[in-house]
């Protein structure tokens, strides 16, 4: 395998391109010993074009340079701490653990974090993976949070011509309620099981893609559709949906979606796409047991409102 790593470089072949909700982003794996297998859910969203990338980052095993930095906060991600630190001359670095508290990653950005250097640290693969693959997920999520973009933590039905969102907290039911509609409900599939990408258009028109961030679903699908509808999914004791107000579903959706409170121009991007979302989505809460009628009624009352 270092062998083909090694022709790999030589022939300037360590660089590669990926769109992902039509940003364009690039991975440069330079010398090290990583490659495009460490992450192989990218490969759909492979991109040849000649686009500038809005996004590089840079695998290195040493950083360029050793800034001072300052602890500003920690992201606790599924129980794993990941801390963050502001550099003293500008941007950020974030250092990853796993849920064994191993340290994975480090990534070193500018403060735009369209230009980030990472250090993927020796490990088993699953550890490899888990640190490269996330640094590339906060990298993006980060970079385009003021282009009417968001990474938001919830499984995806493509239903007919239309994309519906369930947003839950981790293990709380949103991949059992999508799996119920494609059980039950005829012309549905999955297209993301975990943090799918919103975009929303010049016009106002929103629409979800998929992305190379699904959780422990394979579920890596560069395909995209308009958004019909979001469900925020609570457990109860029987089954009862109801349409948010806009500050309702602000208050929902702005904690679902991947943002950086010690960043202004970060936390307000996203909270500025989460305003322009409400306008033009409808946003329900459903409270409901794991059974097939919940589905149903779910189904039934948000597709209402489509027509379909």
């Given at each position: ?263 202004k121009r970060i936390y307000n991007g996203i909270c500025d796409s989460v305003s322009k979302l409400i306008q033009k989505v409808n946003i329900w ?24």
């Amino acid at each position: 395998m270092q062998e083909n790593l090694n022709s790999l470089h030589k022939n300037g072949l360590s660089m590669r391109n990926y769109n992902i909700a039509n940003h364009i982003i690039a991975i440069d794996f330079g010398s090290t010993d990583c490659s495009e297998s460490l992450i192989p859910s990218f490969t759909p969203f492979s991109y040849y074009g000649k686009e500038k990338p809005l996004l590089t980052v840079r695998l290195v095993e040493v950083f360029p340079t050793e800034d001072d930095t300052i602890e500003i906060g920690i992201f606790d991600v599924g129980g794993c701490d990941y801390g963050v630190y502001r550099r003293l001359c500008g941007g950020y670095q974030i250092r990853l653990h796993d849920s064994f508290n191993h340290l994975c990653a480090i990534m070193q950005s500018d403060a735009t974090f369209t230009h980030c250097d990472v250090i993927v640290f020796d490990g088993p693969e699953a550890q490899r993976h888990y640190g490269l693959n996330n640094c590339m997920m906060m990298a993006f999520a980060f970079a385009t949070a003021t282009l009417d973009t968001v990474l938001i933590h919830s499984s995806v039905i493509l239903h007919k011509t239309m994309g519906y969102l369930m947003t839950a907290p981790s293990g709380t039911g949103k991949s059992t309620h999508t799996h119920l509609w494609y059980t039950n409900i005829p012309e549905c599939e999955l297209l993301n099981d975990d943090n799918p990408i919103i975009r929303i258009k010049s016009d106002g028109t929103a629409y979800v893609y998929g992305s190379p961030w699904s959780g422990k679903t394979a579920c890596y699908r560069n395909i995209h559709a308009p958004i019909g509808g979001i469900v925020r999914i609570r457990q109860h004791s029987e089954n009862i949906i109801r349409h948010l107000r806009p500050i309702e579903a602000f208050t929902i959706l702005l904690p679902a979606c991947s943002n950086m409170k010690w960043d202004k121009r970060i936390y307000n991007g996203i909270c500025d796409s989460v305003s322009k979302l409400i306008q033009k989505v409808n946003i329900w809460e459903l409270k409901c047991l794991p059974d097939d009628n919940a589905a149903k009624l779910c189904h039934d009352t948000i597709c209402k409102e489509c027509h379909i």
